[in-house]
């Protein structure tokens, strides 16, 4: 089940989010074969064309760390106002050829609006 967690967002900056991933037992997880996606929507029933995905990157795989992060123009162009997100980390089970998906962090965030533009 995934973590619930908010954040607050100002339209118009860069901004980025360090993930710490562990597994059920407290230890780093191990993110080597992992990949991250995450997105961004201002409702759960928004469309494609409302949808904004977060650029990813593993930082360090053994220590289970991964920065998301939206530049200036991506917030800029977000609505102020509440938006739902979600995290999921997937790979391939050696085992079973398989994808297996794993959502581990969902919430919202808070477009606070821009003034200077």
Wanted: hydrophobic share 35%; no cysteine.
């Amino acid at each position: 089940m995934a973590q619930y967690q908010e954040f607050t967002f100002d339209q118009g900056t860069n901004t980025s989010i360090e993930l710490h991933l562990v597994d059920a037992n407290g230890a780093a997880k191990n993110l080597l074969g992992h990949t991250i996606t995450s997105k961004i929507k201002k409702t759960f029933n928004s469309d494609s064309s409302e949808t904004t995905s977060f650029a990813t990157q593993i930082t360090n795989a053994s220590a289970g760390i991964a920065t998301l992060s939206l530049t200036n123009v991506q917030t800029n162009a977000l609505k102020a106002g509440r938006h739902v997100y979600d995290i999921e980390l997937s790979h391939v089970d050696s085992a079973t050829s398989d994808t297996i998906v794993e959502r581990v962090l969902e919430g919202r965030i808070q477009v606070t609006p821009s003034v200077t533009k």
